[in-house]
């Protein structure tokens, strides 16, 4: 079955530097590739998504890029802020004749110092 | 529109007993996952039902757990003779139909802790 691999699994860094959270998937045919942030004791809240039609994606301060060749995508947040801190999960799924479900990689604990 | 409404938030049980998750998708949305996330880890995958269907319950125990969606009413998590393993916080989304033209996004309720004591 699918298999979604997150790296890394903890991340801190100072205010206002950015962050690369790095997630590869294992089915060629997935093609739809959300990521979810969630803080503690909350639910995991929708902050971007990519499909496999386009390489890059952004949205203000969080970008998304995407190599299907490397089967492997990326969350870049820029000039972090301290209310970034949460963990980040990635996820990937096939949506074709029938939506499928999301696999989810383990998270990202990201903590931003100020 | 409400979002995804999970009910109760907060459960306790005693070992042995029965627990029931209620989850009600977002308005317009026919397609229900469930997952359980327990402490400090990543959310699993445990089934996907659409009105009246599983549709994948690859990730549910073989025992103990099922999953339904009924024509009316929300889908519900049933855990039968609960253990103390199935302690974790069980969080549900829904998704739109294929073919309404909105993005495939799933959307998460704010989950049911499950304490078995």
């Known amino acids: 079955g699918e298999n979604v691999e997150q790296h890394p699994s903890t991340l801190s860094v100072q205010e206002g530097d950015s962050a690369v959270i790095k997630c590869t998937y294992s089915?060629?045919?997935?093609?739809?590739f959300p990521w979810y942030k969630q803080e503690l004791g909350k639910r995991p809240q929708l902050i971007i998504d990519i499909r496999s039609n386009v390489g890059e994606k952004k949205d203000q301060r969080i970008a998304v890029t995407l190599n299907k060749t490397a089967k492997h995508f990326s969350l870049h947040i820029t000039e972090t802020q301290p209310e970034d801190s949460a963990v980040y999960f990635c996820a990937s799924t096939f949506y074709g004749g029938s939506q499928g479900n999301l696999i989810f990689g383990k998270g990202t604990k990201l903590s931003v110092k100020p | 529109n409400a979002g995804v409404m999970q009910n109760p938030r907060h459960l306790v049980r005693r070992r042995g007993q029965e627990a029931r998750l209620r989850c009600s998708p977002m308005?317009?949305?026919?397609?229900v996952y469930w997952y359980r996330q327990l402490p400090e880890e990543g959310l699993k995958f445990m089934v996907y039902l659409q009105k009246e269907n599983i549709i994948d319950e690859s990730g549910m125990p073989k025992e103990r757990f099922s999953a339904e969606f009924p024509k009316e009413g929300p889908s519900i998590l049933r855990i039968q003779q609960v253990v103390r393993g199935d302690s974790a916080a069980y969080f549900c989304a829904s998704s739109p139909p294929e073919g309404t033209g909105a993005l495939n996004m799933a959307f998460f309720g704010q989950g049911t802790r499950l304490t078995v004591v």
């Open positions: 089915d060629s045919a997935s093609n739809y």
């Open positions: 308005k317009g949305h026919s397609h």
